[in-house]
């Protein structure tokens, strides 16, 4: 079972973009999954998270502008993220507990323009 995250690219301030976050594999359970960027010669940093019944949590660098939500049946896990700025710059990662083990998926590079 592997975590695969997409979605990352290239927007202009205040733009949109949505992360994928997909569980693949044999999956028979999933819990919490979060979000997680880590800026160039920045430590990585919680974006947020979310439960298997769908409460959400968020930093409050991005609450208001970024919303997580998750698929049960696709095993997938969103990251919507409107009103980009440029400190939003940073790879993103996803991570999540996946038939009772921690994985992370392998980042997505979201780069803001001003």
């Known amino acids: 079972v592997q975590l695969q995250a997409s979605g990352g690219g290239l927007v202009q301030a205040g733009g949109s973009l949505r992360l994928s976050c997909a569980a693949s594999?044999?999956?028979?359970?999933?819990?919490?999954m979060g979000w997680y960027r880590q800026a160039l010669g920045k430590q990585r940093e919680l974006v947020g998270t979310?439960?298997?019944?769908?409460?959400?949590k968020y930093a409050d660098s991005v609450r208001g502008r970024f919303t997580i939500s998750r698929d049960n049946a696709k095993n997938t896990v969103y990251l919507q993220m409107n009103s980009l700025k440029p400190d939003d710059t940073a790879v993103y990662y996803c991570d999540g507990v996946i038939n009772r083990i921690h994985l992370w998926g392998q980042g997505t590079l979201v780069t803001v323009s001003s």
């Open positions: 979310i439960t298997a019944g769908g409460s959400t």
């Open positions: 594999g044999s999956v028979f359970s999933t819990n919490d």
